[in-house]
């Protein structure tokens, strides 16, 4: 295995991603544990930390949380990923008149993932705004990082329910659900098994911070080795509360097996994103 293909990593403006880190800092009366960052570092340094774990291509996985935020997050990363060759030109939308047109904006200028994220935005995949970003994605056949799952707080359209409505009109969507799906892992496997465009990203997920607040149901082991082609490496670095190497002792301590892992850690997502 050469390296690992990480799909979920942050990378985002300076000023934005303080305010993610003060969220964070503040984080422990919502989920009753601490959550401190492990690598608050600059941003040239993140990146040669990657480089030094053996990290292969990443993200720059960014957000917005209001209207009139998308467009201008999506010029950032352009520009990221071109002076950052390992990093994957990414860009990300938002439920709004307009996100159409700076969505095919920057699958034309060679966005190779999308992210979203329900929780922060507070929106519903289904409005009517999104439908022809969700049929230009499916087009594309560029994939979309969601965080769905209701983990760590729930949020008025996270769990599987609104992504099952979205992938019924667009099934041949190729979405990658966040963190397992955290903590409807069983119902986010089901649209897995459902749909052949769903993947699902290890991120945080098998840890043992995320133990001890949505354990992985045993039960569910046998599901992951058989959907071993769409299981792919993720670990929300920087913003982890422990370092980088525990996400991959986490996964091998699964005991799925040594192909398994070669799958999650570098080919599925080198095949899924064309990293060469």
């Not at 949380?65 to 990923?81: C, Q, R, T, V, Y």
């Not at 459902?194 to 997920?205: E, F, N, P, Q």
Request: glycine share 8%; charged share 20%.
């Amino acid at each position: 295995m050469p390296g690992f293909v990480d799909v979920h990593t942050h990378f985002m403006p300076q000023n934005v991603l303080d305010k993610v880190w003060a969220y964070f800092d503040a984080v422990g009366p919502l989920t009753g544990v601490e959550w401190p960052i492990t690598y608050r570092e600059e941003e040239e340094r993140r990146v040669a930390l990657l480089r030094e774990f053996g990290v292969l291509a990443f993200t720059s996985m960014l957000y917005p949380h209001k209207a009139g935020m998308a467009e201008w997050l999506n010029s950032w990363a352009a520009d990221f990923a071109a002076r950052t060759p390992d990093c994957l030109h990414t860009a990300t939308l938002y439920a709004e008149p307009g996100a159409t047109a700076y969505v095919e904006r920057a699958l034309d200028s060679g966005a190779l993932v999308f992210k979203v994220h329900l929780q922060v935005g507070g929106f519903d995949p289904n409005e009517a705004s999104l439908d022809s970003s969700w049929g230009a994605l499916a087009d594309a056949r560029v994939p979309v990082v969601v965080h769905c799952g209701s983990g760590p707080v729930p949020g008025k359209f996270t769990g599987p329910g609104p992504m099952g409505q979205l992938l019924a009109r667009h099934p041949r969507l190729r979405v990658i659900v966040a963190h397992m799906g955290m903590p409807e892992y069983a119902d986010f496997l089901d649209l897995a098994e459902r749909y052949d465009g769903v993947h699902l990203d290890t991120t945080m997920a098998f840890t043992d911070f995320s133990e001890r607040l949505a354990p992985f149901p045993v039960a569910e082991l046998p599901r992951l080795r058989e959907l071993r082609d769409r299981i792919l490496l993720g670990t929300d670095f920087p913003n982890i509360p422990y370092p980088y190497v525990h996400q991959l002792h986490a996964l091998e301590r699964l005991g799925l097996g040594d192909d398994w892992l070669r799958s999650v850690l570098y080919g599925n997502g080198a095949a899924l994103l064309s990293v060469v």
